[in-house]
Nanobody, 123 residues
């Protein structure tokens, strides 16, 4: 069982930066791949970034490549999404999710989800 809690959302102007954190509980955190997803009003939940259980592999949605970075700290049981050059279209609720071992881009393949944190980018 893994519990995840997101933090770090807020309001930022276009071009600015935010750092989202995901704190995970559970002794086997290091066995879990972690993903970040987002959902804007009226839209489906979409993949943003993911990192493998080891941290050695990462994936990004095309829309955020070069602007967002995902990394994890096994000593602190955290996963961080560093977001830069933010755009108004990045506005959404951002969710952290966990699944065993292999990271994927499909929300339904993740077993544990946080409550989400709001990110709003003003133009």
């Amino acid at each position: 069982q893994v519990q995840v809690v997101e933090s770090g959302g807020g309001l930022v102007q276009a071009g600015g930066s935010l750092r989202l954190s995901c704190a995970a509980s559970g002794r086997t955190f290091s066995s879990y791949a972690m993903g970040w997803f987002r959902q804007a009003p009226g839209k489906e939940r979409e993949f943003v970034a993911a990192i493998s259980w080891s941290g050695g592999n990462t994936d990004y949605a095309d829309s955020v490549k070069g602007r967002f970075t995902i990394f994890r700290d096994h000593t602190k049981n955290t996963v961080t999404l560093q977001m830069s050059s933010l755009k108004p279209e990045d506005t959404a609720v951002y969710y952290c999710a966990a699944r065993l071992y292999r990271a994927t881009m499909t929300p339904n393949e993740y077993d544990y989800w946080g409550q989400g944190t709001q990110v709003t980018v003003s133009s």
